[in-house]
């Protein structure tokens, strides 16, 4: 156990898999108590298992983030409740990625896309900032994505919503970092989950050719990112996107 977020505490939204399962642990593993969040209750109460097993403090709140404002503020008063009355860190993790075209996406498709990676993140922001506000500060990481600023031809729905969340990013650091609440993103580039046994190059392996990384990250890379962001040791970082990217969006090599 690390002690980098001792005596704070965090709501992960979408911790039940992937990164936000990474990155809910990674803050329990470093003091923090926290809460994981989703829409799998059996998922949640085994991560939570998992991080009390290790000696962290967790506990699960189921939470369907369709969108409505109803939704976000639920979760932020369940959250916490849970968390003994404060929330110190908000990581809005949670989002769905339909891969389809633009000329294949139905209207309800974007309506269902909008509301889960843009309007639930907006709402539950609104719930949880202005408290931060008045218990004196808090932090509070969005996740983008690199393909919201490398255009790719499958995914169009999915990449703008990371785009307005990237910009709401910036735009909640100038409203809200005045009153002590730092907001940052973290734009994730090709994560893959480490299969046990798995030896074969992952499918996604040749969206990372002629990268500096060569290769996909892991959640635990974002969850790092994370962890630093939250911490006091960022705080003087203020509406910026870290790439986690493996250099996705900001440098080419020659293939070899």
């Known amino acids: 156990m690390g002690g980098r977020l001792q005596g704070k505490t965090a709501l992960v939204t979408g911790s039940t898999s992937n990164i936000g399962r990474a990155i809910v642990k990674a803050f329990a593993a470093e003091g923090a108590r926290v809460v994981v969040s ?43 409740r849970a968390l003994g009355g404060r929330i110190d860190i908000l990581v809005n993790n949670a989002g769905i990625f339909p891969g389809s075209t633009t000329a294949d996406t139905d209207e309800e498709t974007f309506d269902r896309v909008y509301a889960v990676n843009v309007k639930a993140p907006f709402f539950l922001t609104a719930a949880i900032a202005p408290a931060m506000v008045r218990a004196g500060g808090g932090a509070i990481i969005n996740l983008g994505s690199w393909v919201a600023r490398l255009g790719i031809p499958v995914g169009t729905l999915y990449s703008s919503t990371k785009g307005a969340v990237e910009t709401l990013t910036r735009a909640w650091a100038a409203e809200f970092g005045p009153q002590g609440v730092r907001v940052n993103a973290i734009s994730p580039g090709v994560i893959v989950t480490p299969t046990t046994g798995e030896h074969e190059p992952h499918p996604a392996e040749i969206m990372m050719k002629g990268t500096p990384a060569g290769k996909v990250g892991s959640p635990g890379a974002i969850a790092h990112a994370a962890v630093w962001l939250a911490s006091d040791e960022a705080a003087f970082v203020h509406g910026t996107v870290v790439d986690v990217d493996g250099g996705r969006v900001g440098a080419a090599v020659i293939a070899h």
């Open 38 to 80: 989703g829409r799998s209750r059996e998922r949640g109460l085994r991560i939570v298992e998992e991080i009390r097993a290790a000696g962290g403090r967790a506990d699960f709140v189921e939470a369907d983030l369709d969108g409505t404002a109803a939704a976000s503020r639920h979760l932020a008063e369940q959250a916490s």
